[in-house]
């Protein structure tokens, strides 16, 4: 099965590609890896939703925002690699944007790692960084990059 049928049987649709908002591009492939510039949580455009993870944005929701940067990484793949070229992911790097004292940074990056997870199986198995960070592009509570291998 390909991925983007798998895509399909999980009734998950790829975005359009989040148009950069500095001077970058989505994603670059070098050689047979595929990396992504942070993706940020942007639906159809915008964010939303703006702030600190543990004060003005919940935990709960910051997991559903990481779903949606791990998603727009994707579509950045796609565009560069074409999803059904992905031979695994390799890592993934979240930054949360932290309110003072919020430890859970782990637990918001898990709304990316569980996608991955639910549409490439094992080869969605990464390593992974989820760091807290005091402030991030446009508000965003969220923001998360990826390395993955391609055929």
């Known amino acids: 099965m390909s991925w983007t049928a798998r895509l399909g049987e999980l009734g998950i ?20 890896q595929v990396l992504t510039s942070g993706q940020l949580p942007f639906v159809e455009g915008s964010l939303p939703e ?3 993870v543990g004060g003005e944005v919940s935990p709960e929701a910051a997991k559903g925002h990481a779903r949606t940067c791990a998603l727009n990484a994707l579509a950045a793949v ?13 890592k993934v790097t979240g930054y949360v944007a932290s309110a003072e004292g919020f430890t859970g940074q782990p637990a918001v990056i898990n709304g990316a790692s569980e ?8 080869a969605g198995v990464h390593v ?5 960070v005091a402030e991030l592009p446009l508000g965003a509570p969220v923001e998360l990059d990826l390395v993955v291998e391609v055929a």
């Open 13 to 32: 649709e790829l975005p359009g590609v989040a148009a950069p908002v500095a001077a970058y591009v989505p994603a670059v492939r070098s050689g047979s």
């Open 50 to 52: 703006t702030g600190k």
């Open 78 to 90: 796609d565009s560069v690699a074409g999803l059904d070229s992905i031979v695994r992911v390799v």
């Open 115 to 122: 996608l991955l997870g639910e549409v490439f199986g094992d």
């Open 128 to 132: 992974r960084a989820a760091v807290g």
